[in-house]
């Protein structure tokens, strides 16, 4: 029955690619691109760290290093780093997506189904994270259409090459060819080591963070993919019963604690830690900016950049410009 699935996915995939055979960019027709093999390098990767082709896979994102990861499973159940691409333009700041607008691209865990992946997307290829997800809802936070994409281009997604998207593509069309359901996306501000987390210790997101990194040393420890449930508005990690009893499974990954990222503070002198990247301050300044996107829309003369709480000189000339879905910078 599976295979059978998998057929029709398969099947599904082409006749979806074929039905704008007539509508080609760049080298690739569109009627191909959903169904690009991935690179023999690749392949012979994959053989090398005994991953079948058509095993499940797992993307984390990283903001500050522009860097995603495709971790892929081997023989034994772990999963491997496979591969690992630039993020060519993210739009927004550190922190997490409040709103319709706001231009943020979104943090936390995300879970990808096969209808989310779409071979005829006006961006080479995409697929969709399904924002807002359980806990977003939760905490009324709104937006439509945040994508992993190509194009190069980011008005709240998160922007790749099309050469990388399209084998970004093909690892989750060979893992849903082989029987996945879904495969997650944990999307991260930054690598959730305890040095970065002192650094950025006064962010006003850093309880958000905390708890982030709670998922984040799950995989680490694991290197599987942890089950992720919500309850009373909180990512809860590797629970067995969902929300009836799953806090002290929690407590194998104490690691990311506020007690214990505050006891390896010894570890750093805080001269010695890089200056943190600028972050959305808080709901408040998300909808400045929501506000900022709806009066650029209407055609209405507006700062370069978006407005801040924090950064009122990132309006001053010079700073670096906002790019629109068209790949254009944004100008008053």
């Known amino acids: 029955m599976m295979k059978f699935k998998s057929a029709i996915f398969l099947a599904s995939l082409m006749s979806v690619a074929l039905l704008s055979a007539g509508c080609n960019s760049g080298d690739i027709p569109r009627a191909r691109r959903a169904m ?13 760290m005994d991953m079948p082709t058509h095993s499940p896979i797992m ?8 860097t995603l990861e495709v971790w892929k499973q081997q023989r034994n159940g772990r999963y491997g780093l496979i591969a690992q691409y630039d993020i060519c333009k993210w739009s927004g700041k550190l922190g997490p997506k409040y709103m319709e607008g706001d231009r943020q691209a979104p943090e936390g865990f995300y879970t990808i ?3 989310q992946m779409n071979p005829n997307s006006s961006y080479y290829l995409s697929f969709d ?6 806990y977003d809802q939760a905490h009324g936070r709104t937006g439509r259409y945040l994508m992993v994409h190509g194009s190069c281009s980011s008005a709240g997604c998160y922007s790749m090459t099309d050469k990388s998207v399209a084998q970004i593509y093909a690892f989750g069309r060979d893992a849903f060819i082989g029987g996945q359901r879904s495969f997650q996306v944990e999307a991260f501000p930054f690598r959730m080591t305890h040095e970065n987390m002192l650094r950025y210790r006064k962010d006003p997101n850093y309880p958000f963070w905390v708890m982030l990194k709670q998922g ?3 995989f680490e420890t694991t290197k599987t993919p942890p089950r992720i449930d919500v309850c009373n508005g909180r990512y809860v990690f590797n629970s067995v019963s969902g929300c009836a009893g799953g806090a002290a499974l929690q407590t194998a990954f104490a690691p990311s ?22 972050s959305i301050l808080n709901r408040e300044e998300a909808g400045l900016v929501a506000n900022w996107s709806k009066r650029r829309a209407a055609g209405q003369r507006v700062s370069v950049q978006p407005p801040s709480l924090t950064a009122p000189s990132a309006e001053k000339p010079g ?12 100008r008053g």
């Open 36 to 48: 690009q093999p991935l690179p023999a390098p690749v392949q012979s990767k994959m053989a090398k």
């Open 59 to 66: 993307i984390r994102l990283f903001k500050e290093e522009n």
């Open 113 to 115: 189904t096969r209808a």
């Open 129 to 134: 994270l399904g924002f807002p997800n359980a």
């Open 216 to 218: 984040y040393d799950a």
């Open 257 to 278: 604690s506020a007690d214990n990222l505050a006891a390896a503070a010894g570890a750093f002198e805080p001269s010695s830690l890089k200056a943190p990247s600028p």
């Open 319 to 330: 700073a670096p410009d906002i790019v629109t879905e068209s790949g254009r910078p944004v």
